[in-house]
């Protein structure tokens, strides 16, 4: 069993339009072709014809049981339409999650602005996810994603289950840090090369997760997410293949952790 908690349908190239279905096809073979049995497909915070809203991925997944949702959120527009829209969306079962991107805006994770979503989060008892560490685009502000700035959040909201994207690369020991103090923080490994790992990367993240693993401890905390397109989810399950970890332990990241943390009903896969 392979869950895989960090994908995309953007167009990240953008030169030409994409159909949504023409998108999500891709992805759903990908995963055939890789053996990933369940993806969650995360929106982004901005929307435009190479960035389909959340709107649009719940009725576009309509049918397709090894997708689900994670809602996008723009800490600059959303307003009281996307509150209510997201509200029913908990409510139905139709998304798993939030989605926040400091870095790509700027604003800190204990912003007062999102404390709607937040309660809203603990009420659903779904997680946050936070994009954090380096961003795609230069244009981004990593002062802001910083994982340290979780630790506040994590604190002052101990009931929010709160995921700290791509273990916070380059700032792993910082992530480390916050996820072993926390019982309400979790990691996901998505995103650490674009493309296909080299081996030099592979042996320098291979190194730098199982000494997260050594310090933090049994990684009931660590989750398997590739951030597909911009990552090759093939050159992702080599990299899983030179972890040296148990295999009860490489289970817990592959699938358990996700399907707990995310209430993923994997006897329907």
Not at 128 to 148: I, Q
Not at 240 to 266: P, T
Request: proline share 4%; hydrophobic share 35%; charged share 25%.
């Amino acid at each position: 069993m392979i869950i895989d908690v960090h994908t995309h349908i953007n167009n990240y190239h953008e030169d030409r339009v994409i159909s949504l279905d023409t998108s999500l096809n891709l992805l759903t073979d990908t995963m055939l072709d890789n053996k990933i049995d369940y993806s969650l497909v995360l929106s982004s915070y901005k929307v435009n014809e190479h960035r389909p809203s959340t709107r649009q991925v719940v009725e576009a997944i309509k049918g397709r049981k090894n997708l689900g949702v994670v809602s996008g959120i723009s800490y600059l527009h959303f307003n009281h339409w996307d509150i209510r829209e997201i509200g029913e969306y908990l409510e139905q079962g139709h998304i798993k999650g939030l989605k926040f991107y400091p870095g790509y805006e700027p604003f800190y994770p204990n912003d007062t602005r999102l404390k709607v979503m937040y309660e809203m989060a603990i009420e659903y008892d779904v997680p946050v996810m936070f994009h954090s560490g380096d961003t795609y685009a230069p244009t981004g502000k990593v002062k802001y994603s910083h994982p340290l700035h979780l630790d506040d959040l994590a604190v002052d909201y101990p009931e929010l289950k709160i995921v700290i994207c791509h273990i916070g690369n380059p700032w792993i020991k910082d992530c480390m840090e916050v996820v072993y103090k926390n019982n309400n923080v979790y990691a996901d490994i998505s995103g650490l090369v674009l493309g296909d790992f080299t081996d030099k990367f592979e042996r320098y993240m291979k190194k730098e997760i199982e000494e997260m693993i050594t310090y933090a401890g049994d990684p009931k905390y660590l989750l398997y997410g590739t951030d597909w397109p911009l990552c090759n989810m093939n050159s992702y399950l080599k990299f899983m293949d030179q972890l040296e970890l148990a295999d009860d332990k490489k289970e817990l990241i592959f699938w358990k952790n996700a399907a707990e943390l995310f209430k993923i009903d994997v006897d329907k896969l």
